[in-house]
């Protein structure tokens, strides 16, 4: 039962695929039957020579025979192949397409606590380990049960029950080494599969931070711990291959053990003239082909207890479910207005009992230009984050266009904002690709006009293959710079309705940035746009300037206001007007 319940995700894609299934397991019963008819015609065969009235035409006969008998066990083991193994592929393809969906529903703060090794390894081992129980392992379980059960009836009725009673005497023992053994591997393979997501999540996250590694000359010390959580994986794995090492042997010693029995006692048999030297050659054939399903038995423990494990650790990700409801269609508004109201807000992240944000109260009117400023830790980013819903906030703290932020569509809401991050992330695709991230369908044109208003465009341009090239994991292969006005260029072809800005522009000079801010005020005339900065150059020209500090409002006004009052603001002011004047010294 606990088996069926970890398996019952795939209920849905079973009940559509059983067609193949019940035709696959049909021509695997004929493919079994077909090769049990062998070893009778064996016996007649070795019978007919025994009497001495074996000619010519019973050698055509028997030949002829044997060829059909083949072809048709090619043909059907065809059939059984396609349907099962393929049923198989396709549910690994369709349940990784699931596990895919599933973890983009998945909220940010779940994956701030789960490594991407250990999901790269859901994605990769733990789906094979399913295929595989719901292939392979199928096979062998209608091998076992089938085969075995019609051979035991061949055996028993057409040659002789006594032999075949005594013949199985080794088999009570061998299945219970079989559960027993099923239990311990079952264990064991769940280990071993944490054990490679830790692997993966080492080598991934260390491929990633290569150039920080050799930065700081740290490769002699990621080699030693690389080697360390892969001598733990080798040292998981060597605990399950020394199962394997014994359970295939013990299986096969208690096989063997019914060989003995049935020589010793059968041939005694022969001898007393209770059965013909075809029966005792036909039994043996038998016993032969008795010998695997047997085994399959613990093949079909051991694939199902892997799949189940693998099934289970899946099972624990899909339990997994967003904080973030979205309302779908049923959100109350289609599109966004600009308007923005803070409301009291106080939110502090699920893990932490210590507000982030205290007392948020402020209106951002449409077609505004609102600047944000605070050192380090204030609490900027995670204001930009709630105002795109990656976390929740209480019901009335933060409201758009006069609707709770929890009762508009996820889809309407972030279609509206164009969002750039302080870690401007690109992916490995062509600069094209990147800027027209949001999938508007834009032509060329429209991507290059984006392009220089985020001026980025005479970088671009420059490269080899212009609008084609293929930037490198992450963007790695530009500069911070480049990335960032790439980033604000895919941003702004979305044409949303509000702007958000998180510190997106440290990495280019000021002149840029003027230009960058003079484009956006001549563009986005009505849309609301909210800045990030911790320079005061970029905020001064802003409709009102918010000043965080842990958590709290401090200070807000426009710039003349600002400067003009004791704070911090004030004080970066004069700090950043200091630097400037002795840099144009310098």
Same mark, same amino acid.
């Given at each position: 039962?606990?088996?069926?319940?970890?398996?019952?995700?795939?209920?849905?894609?079973?009940?559509?695929?059983?067609?193949?299934?019940?035709?696959?397991?049909?021509?695997?019963?004929?493919?079994?039957?077909?090769?049990?008819?062998?070893?009778?015609?064996?016996?007649?065969?070795?019978?007919?020579?025994?009497?001495?009235?074996?000619?010519?035409?019973?050698?055509?006969?028997?030949?002829?025979?044997?060829?059909?008998?083949?072809?048709?066990?090619?043909?059907?083991?065809?059939?059984?192949?396609?349907?099962?193994?393929?049923?198989?592929?396709?549910?690994?393809?369709?349940?990784?397409?699931?596990?895919?969906?599933?973890?983009?529903?998945?909220?940010?703060?779940?994956?701030?606590?789960?490594?991407?090794?250990?999901?790269?390894?859901?994605?990769?081992?733990?789906?094979?380990?399913?295929?595989?129980?719901?292939?392979?392992?199928?096979?062998?379980?209608?091998?076992?049960?089938?085969?075995?059960?019609?051979?035991?009836?061949?055996?028993?009725?057409?040659?002789?029950?006594?032999?075949?009673?005594?013949?199985?005497?080794?088999?009570?023992?061998?299945?219970?080494?079989?559960?027993?053994?099923?239990?311990?591997?079952?264990?064991?393979?769940?280990?071993?599969?944490?054990?490679?997501?830790?692997?993966?999540?080492?080598?991934?996250?260390?491929?990633?931070?290569?150039?920080?590694?050799?930065?700081?000359?740290?490769?002699?010390?990621?080699?030693?711990?690389?080697?360390?959580?892969?001598?733990?994986?080798?040292?998981?794995?060597?605990?399950?291959?020394?199962?394997?090492?014994?359970?295939?042997?013990?299986?096969?010693? @208690?096989?063997? &053990?019914?060989?003995?029995?049935?020589?010793?006692?059968? +041939?005694? =048999?022969? %001898? #007393? *003239?209770?059965?013909?030297?075809?029966?005792?050659?036909?039994?043996?054939?038998?016993?032969?082909?008795?010998?695997?399903?047997?085994?399959?038995?613990?093949?079909?423990?051991?694939?199902?207890?892997?799949?189940?494990?693998?099934?289970?650790?899946?099972?624990?990700?899909?339990?997994?479910?967003?904080?973030?409801?979205?309302?779908?269609?049923?959100?109350?508004?289609?599109?966004?207005?600009?308007?923005?109201?803070?409301?009291?807000?106080?939110?502090?992240?699920?893990?932490?009992?210590?507000?982030?944000?205290?007392?948020?109260?402020?209106?951002?009117?449409?077609?505004?230009?609102?600047?944000?400023?605070?050192?380090?830790?204030?609490?900027?980013?995670? @204001?930009?984050? &709630?105002?795109?819903?990656?976390?929740?906030?209480?019901? +009335?703290? =933060?409201? %758009? #266009? *006069?609707?709770?932020?929890?009762?508009?569509?996820?889809?309407?809401?972030?279609?509206?904002?164009?969002?750039?991050?302080?870690?401007?992330?690109?992916?490995?695709?062509?600069?094209?690709?990147?800027?027209?991230?949001?999938?508007?369908?834009?032509?060329?044109?429209?991507?290059?006009?984006?392009?220089?208003?985020?001026?980025?465009?005479?970088?671009?341009?420059?490269?080899?293959?212009?609008?084609?090239?293929?930037?490198?994991?992450?963007?790695?292969?530009?500069?911070?710079?480049?990335?960032?006005?790439?980033?604000?260029?895919?941003?702004?072809?979305?044409?949303?309705?509000?702007?958000?800005?998180?510190?997106?522009?440290?990495?280019?000079?000021?002149?840029?940035?003027?230009?960058?801010?003079?484009?956006?005020?001549?563009?986005?005339?009505?849309?609301?746009?909210?800045?990030?900065?911790?320079?005061?150059?970029?905020?001064?020209?802003?409709?009102?300037?918010?000043?965080?500090?842990?958590?709290?409002?401090?200070?807000?006004?426009?710039?003349?206001?600002?400067?003009?009052?004791?704070?911090?603001?004030?004080?970066?002011?004069?700090?950043?007007?200091?630097?400037?004047?002795?840099?144009?010294?310098?």
């Amino acid at each position: 039962m606990n088996i069926i319940r970890s398996f019952l995700r795939l209920k849905d894609f079973l009940s559509q695929h059983k067609r193949y299934y019940i035709l696959g397991i049909g021509a695997l019963l004929l493919t079994n039957l077909a090769q049990l008819v062998i070893p009778k015609m064996l016996g007649n065969l070795t019978n007919l020579v025994a009497s001495g009235e074996f000619s010519r035409g019973d050698l055509l006969r028997f030949i002829l025979g044997f060829i059909g008998l083949s072809v048709g066990i090619a043909v059907f083991r065809y059939f059984w192949r396609i349907n099962i193994m393929g049923t198989a592929r396709r549910m690994e393809y369709t349940l990784r397409n699931m596990l895919f969906e599933h973890l983009q529903s998945l909220s940010t703060e779940f994956f701030n606590y789960h490594k991407t090794g250990d999901l790269m390894a859901h994605a990769t081992n733990d789906i094979h380990a399913v295929r595989m129980a719901l292939g392979p392992g199928v096979v062998n379980s209608v091998d076992a049960l089938f085969l075995t059960s019609v051979i035991v009836f061949m055996m028993a009725r057409t040659i002789n029950l006594q032999l075949t009673l005594v013949a199985l005497l080794p088999l009570p023992i061998m299945l219970a080494v079989t559960f027993g053994f099923g239990r311990v591997i079952h264990g064991r393979f769940r280990r071993v599969q944490e054990a490679f997501s830790d692997l993966t999540d080492r080598v991934q996250e260390n491929f990633a931070g290569i150039r920080v590694i050799k930065g700081f000359a740290r490769e002699k010390s990621e080699e030693d711990r690389f080697r360390e959580v892969n001598e733990y994986n080798v040292t998981r794995n060597m605990d399950l291959v020394r199962i394997h090492a014994l359970f295939h042997p013990l299986v096969g010693y @208690l096989g063997a &053990l019914s060989f003995i029995i049935v020589l010793g006692y059968g +041939g005694t =048999l022969v %001898l #007393d *003239g209770s059965i013909t030297i075809g029966d005792f050659v036909a039994f043996n054939s038998y016993l032969g082909m008795l010998t695997w399903p047997v085994m399959a038995i613990g093949w079909v423990m051991n694939m199902i207890q892997r799949g189940k494990a693998s099934m289970d650790r899946l099972n624990d990700i899909f339990n997994e479910q967003s904080e973030i409801i979205d309302p779908g269609e049923e959100g109350m508004l289609p599109k966004l207005a600009g308007k923005i109201e803070f409301n009291n807000l106080t939110f502090a992240y699920p893990t932490s009992t210590k507000p982030v944000l205290q007392g948020i109260s402020g209106e951002i009117m449409p077609g505004q230009v609102v600047g944000i400023l605070g050192r380090t830790g204030s609490g900027k980013t995670t @204001l930009l984050n &709630l105002l795109v819903r990656l976390y929740n906030v209480e019901p +009335g703290m =933060l409201k %758009l #266009d *006069g609707v709770d932020i929890d009762q508009i569509s996820v889809q309407v809401l972030r279609d509206n904002i164009g969002y750039v991050p302080q870690d401007s992330f690109l992916f490995s695709a062509t600069i094209r690709e990147n800027i027209d991230f949001a999938n508007t369908a834009s032509d060329l044109a429209k991507v290059m006009d984006y392009a220089k208003i985020a001026q980025v465009y005479d970088n671009i341009v420059e490269f080899p293959k212009q609008f084609d090239t293929v930037v490198g994991e992450r963007g790695v292969t530009l500069s911070g710079g480049q990335k960032q006005r790439i980033a604000i260029a895919r941003a702004l072809i979305k044409e949303p309705q509000i702007l958000i800005m998180d510190d997106s522009l440290s990495a280019v000079d000021t002149e840029t940035e003027e230009a960058i801010l003079q484009n956006l005020r001549r563009i986005f005339p009505g849309k609301t746009v909210i800045i990030v900065s911790h320079r005061i150059s970029t905020l001064q020209a802003a409709n009102q300037i918010l000043v965080l500090e842990e958590g709290h409002i401090t200070q807000r006004g426009t710039h003349d206001e600002l400067v003009l009052e004791d704070g911090l603001y004030k004080e970066l002011y004069q700090k950043q007007l200091l630097e400037e004047q002795i840099e144009s010294v310098s």
